[in-house]
């Protein structure tokens, strides 16, 4: 499981720097969320092997805010998201006011918290480091964002508190999910429904993403955990504004899941938003189911549900494959019809494969609908095996993967499923040269 640090400090001493030389130096972005990372605000990287998520507070502003709330905002967000916290300081201007207010609030979060004192590319400013011991925040670590001076250590420190974050202990047959959508789309009422219907509650525990309670049950002799993604319970102008950081919250949920809940609210219909939230499940390989609530508020006749799974599939292309189901969570309509379609796409999204009969599949494949040319050549498959599940994965042995057209890909694609089933999950098709 990858961990969350988070850069946090005053104004000015140059926290979107380092966010930026960490990002962009030697560390491997590992994955470029759109709609997020074009504000410089989240990115997936990795040290030494180690993946972590990191998330620049820099990156936010309140209009008509004072400072105090601004930084306020920025710890707060730190405190509740992060498994590690970069607290970064000028080297340059020394110890100020700001500085001593934003370590009190961190020293109260009990997270592990690293020094980070900036601006030291010059060897006449390296003594005032120890200016900062001042603080109680631990050793200061020297660098400079701009200059890539001291990144290496700082990550070396970073990735070393990363090791003392305990995971969660998960049964092995439990089914994992999470309830994803926009703001108001009715995610806890969803999640009180589906915990209402009968269960045992085996845990409450507290998940990483801090304000979250991943809940683990059992129904039906089946264990599951919902992962909840409501957001921050705290309300008033500093929360209002960093709606944006619920992306983390719902990618963090997301990651753990086996399965993902898309929920869209039946009363207003599609918004281009659904869309983005939609996009990270299917990104991440989940196997994705399509919630439909709030059917007791939508005028309806006989063609209605029709009508709207038409309009869905138009809209959500990317997931013809995932399921969709009416619900109402408020008066409980059909909500248990959602535990056996999880049951299902979870069972399609871990299914292997024989690979005699996978290959067979695609030779009868090639025989119904040939290769054509493209890019000056003709595509042949030679071999194929499955690699992966969660999603299934398959590597075709090809004579040039230039030669694959992505609508061809896409008919091998369809005819797998209509060989093995895989309803509700993506499938990955991956191109190799043979030797």
Not at 295 to 310: A, G, P
Request: proline share 2%; charged share 30%.
């Amino acid at each position: 499981m990858a961990g969350v640090v988070a850069i946090v400090g005053r104004a000015n001493v140059g926290k979107s720097t380092i966010f930026n030389r960490i990002v962009g130096q030697r560390i491997s972005i590992v994955e470029d969320v759109a709609g997020v990372t074009r504000d410089r605000i989240y990115a997936k990287a990795s040290w030494l092997t180690k993946e972590f998520r990191l998330i620049d507070t820099g990156g936010i502003e309140l209009e008509n805010a004072s400072f105090t709330d601004q930084i306020t905002m920025q710890a707060q967000i730190a405190i509740e998201e992060a498994d590690v916290i970069v607290f970064v300081v000028n080297g340059r201007e020394g110890v100020t006011r700001e500085d001593e207010y934003v370590a009190r609030l961190l020293q109260r979060s009990k997270k592990p918290v690293v020094l980070a004192v900036n601006k030291i590319d010059d060897g006449d400013f390296k003594n005032e480091i120890y200016e900062f011991y001042n603080l109680g925040i631990g050793d200061p670590i020297a660098v400079s964002g701009s200059h890539g001076i001291g990144i290496g250590d700082l990550l070396d420190e970073v990735i070393h508190q990363l090791e003392f974050v305990e995971e969660e202990e998960v049964a092995e047959d439990e089914i994992k999910f999470s309830i994803i959508g926009r703001p108001n789309v009715g995610k806890s009422s969803l999640t009180n429904a589906l915990l209402g219907q009968q269960r045992v509650i085996v845990s409450d525990i507290e998940g990483t993403t801090r304000d979250a309670i991943d809940t683990a049950f059992e129904k039906d002799g089946q264990k599951y955990r919902v992962i909840d993604t409501a957001g921050m319970r705290k309300k008033g102008k500093i929360y209002e504004n960093v709606e944006k950081y619920s992306i983390l919250r719902a990618l963090s949920a997301i990651e753990k899941s086996d399965v993902v809940l898309f929920v869209i609210d039946g009363e207003s219909g599609v918004r281009e938003q659904d869309k983005h939230v939609a996009g990270y499940g299917h990104e991440a390989g989940k196997g994705m189911i399509i919630v439909y609530n709030k059917w007791d508020l939508v005028e309806k006749d006989e063609k209605t549900m029709s009508k709207i799974e038409k309009e869905l599939r138009t809209q959500f292309k990317y997931l013809d494959y995932a399921p969709i189901v009416f619900v109402s969570a408020k008066t409980r309509q059909k909500v248990d019809q959602i535990f056996p379609l999880i049951n299902t796409v979870y069972e399609a999204s871990n299914k292997r494969v024989q690979t005699s009969v996978l290959n067979d599949v695609l030779i009868d494949a090639q025989l119904m609908n040939p290769t054509t040319t493209f890019n000056n050549g003709r595509l042949k498959i030679y071999y194929a095996n499955q690699v992966a599940v969660a999603p299934p994965t398959f590597v075709l042995f090809v004579n040039d993967p230039n030669y694959m057209h992505f609508s061809y890909k896409r008919y091998l694609e369809n005819r797998l499923r209509e060989a093995f089933g895989f309803e509700g999950t993506p499938i990955h098709i991956i191109c190799r040269k043979r030797d």
